[in-house]
């Protein structure tokens, strides 16, 4: 089962912007980002697979950008323009489905959570 290591994550204000990484020890036919809020239940970011197409959850849509690297083994999530709603707890997850689209199940490996937290 492929390892995920993430990276990134922390505090900024309202309209700033925060990178995650996630180092996979494999790659992977997919990849995604979810987030858990306190209180809330884990939801979908984004998801990309290894044919380049990502897909955002409408919440995101214009603000984070999704990407994984040549080599399958490292995703970023680029996330501008934060808005307090964002705050939560960030997932790396991985899949063997080439598109297991925003289902949490269908994801095999997890990588332990950063926080990231907008402050107003």
């Known amino acids: 089962q492929v390892q995920l290591l993430v990276s990134g994550g922390g505090s900024v204000p309202a309209g700033g912007s925060l990178r995650l990484s996630c180092l996979a020890s494999?790659?992977?036919?997919?990849m995604a980002w979810f987030r858990q809020a306190a209180g809330k239940e884990r939801e979908a970011v984004a998801v990309?697979?290894?044919?380049?197409?990502?897909a955002y959850a409408d919440s995101v849509k214009g603000r984070f950008t999704i990407s994984m690297d040549g080599h399958k083994s490292t995703l970023n999530l680029q996330m501008n323009s934060l808005q307090l709603e964002d705050t939560a707890m960030y997932y790396c997850a991985a899949s063997r489905l080439l598109w297991p689209a925003f289902q949490a199940a269908n994801y095999d490996a997890w990588g332990q959570g950063t926080q990231v937290t907008v402050s107003s």
């Open positions: 494999g790659a992977s036919p997919s």
């Open positions: 990309i697979n290894k044919l380049g197409n990502p």
